[in-house]
């Protein structure tokens, strides 16, 4: 399989092509639209959130309620382009010329020869990833006709951590999906929250970092044979895709550095006459192959880099010294990304299945 996205924060619409679906996948539209509103959700977030009530648009490749095989192609109306419509026409938006450190104002401005850094924002921005949560709600899809659920909530706040990090995921996710900062630990819930209204207080912006799992992963999923197939590679570089995202785990890793291989590796045993694990710090994956144990990732969120009191730097239109720009911000998006965070497992999982398993039709794959 293969994705596209396409589309400007404010401009009409976001796009996206989802190619290499099987045939006859019928789709719960309302489980899309349910995953785009929990990405609006979350606690931190800013005015915008109230504007966009995202609905999914399904443009082709899908007739009588089943993929077709074609490419699926979906659409998210941006409404906020009412707003914005008339100012892009009259051309009366002023330029902004002065880089946010941390976004890709600077890079882009210099990489594209373009002295607007709106040209590049409207781009770089994390509206894009509406797109990809609904490309995700529809992996979702077909993974769960398979008995794959993927779970993801929020680990770390700013300096706050949540105590619960490994058992029962369905619970945590459960527990987490009852409060605004997604996160299993109420006390650490409302800690999180304290921190990152002190954020906003301060004019300043917080991090943090999310768990996402799958289970019920049939072992086999990627390869051991080629750099480019292992699927640790391939989550990894799928989570470093999303804005903001700076440091990826699977399972204990960080941890593991600091403990001798007798008590990282997962010792094999026989249960039943069948092969199980004492424990899972690899989180899942060994050799770049799933071995059928819960997938676990931790991904590691900067702070938003927009930031009301203004980071130093060049106004590139007189070459001074200035504050950086302030567009419309979140404080914090951890608990949205989330939702990101899933879709993009989700879509890896995906792709891995339909290589291992893939046909033409939904009968074929689970056949
Ligand atoms: C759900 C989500 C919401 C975000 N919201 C904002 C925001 O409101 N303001 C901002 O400056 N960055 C926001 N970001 C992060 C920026 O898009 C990102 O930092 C920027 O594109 C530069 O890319 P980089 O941080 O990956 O280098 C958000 C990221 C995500 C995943």
């Known amino acids: 399989m293969r994705f596209l996205t396409g589309g ?56 009588y309620g089943k993929t077709t095989g074609a490419p699926l192609v979906l659409a998210i109306r941006n409404k906020d382009y009412e707003n914005w419509e008339e100012k892009w026409k009259d051309g009366s938006l002023d330029k902004l010329t002065i880089p946010r450190p941390g976004h890709a104002d600077l890079a882009g401005m210099q990489k594209y020869q373009i002295d607007d ?36 909530f ?55 970092a999310i768990t996402v799992v799958a289970e019920n992963i049939p072992v086999g ?42 008590q990282v590796q997962d010792g094999i045993q026989l249960v039943d006459g069948k092969v199980a694990r004492l424990q899972n710090r690899a989180g899942g994956i060994e050799g770049g192959i799933s071995n059928g144990q819960p997938i676990v990732v931790k991904i590691y969120m900067k702070p938003i880099s927009t930031i009301t009191l ?16 302030y567009q419309r911000s979140d404080t914090c998006a951890v608990p949205s990304a989330v939702v990101v965070c899933e879709a993009m497992l989700a879509w890896v999982l995906a792709d891995a299945v339909l290589e291992k398993f893939g046909g033409d039709s939904i009968q074929e794959v689970l056949r």
């Not at 990809?132 to 008995?147: F, P, S, T, Y």
């Not at 619960?164 to 650490?188: H, K």
């Not at 203004?310 to 720009?325: Q, W």
């Open 8 to 63: 400007e924060s404010h401009g009409p619409e976001l796009t996206g092509i989802l190619e290499g679906l099987p045939a006859g996948l019928a789709l719960d539209i309302d489980k899309v639209n349910h995953e785009l509103a929990r990405r609006q959700a979350g606690y931190g977030r800013n005015t915008r959130m109230q504007i966009e009530q995202d609905q999914i648009i399904i443009r082709g490749g899908f007739i």
């Open 117 to 152: 850094a709106r040209i590049i924002l409207e781009r770089a921005s994390a509206r894009e990833t509406a797109m990809r949560v609904a490309i995700g709600a529809v992996c979702k899809q077909l993974l769960n006709l398979m008995n794959v659920q993927i779970f993801g």
């Open 154 to 208: 929020v680990h770390q706040i700013g300096p706050v951590v949540s105590k619960i990090n490994d058992g029962n995921y369905l619970e945590q996710y459960q527990v987490s999906e009852q409060n605004a900062l997604r996160c299993a630990d109420l006390d650490a819930a409302d800690q999180m929250q304290a921190a990152i209204d002190k954020a906003k207080e301060n004019g300043d912006t917080i991090g943090g």
């Open 221 to 262: 999923l990627g390869s051991h044979v080629h750099w480019d197939r292992k699927l640790d590679g391939r989550i990894g570089g799928a989570m470093l895709s999303i804005p903001a995202m700076k440091g990826v785990e699977i399972g204990e890793a960080f941890g593991n550095v600091s403990l001798p291989g007798t």
């Open 310 to 325: 203004g980071m130093p730097s060049v106004d590139l239109s007189t070459m001074k010294a200035d504050a950086a720009i």
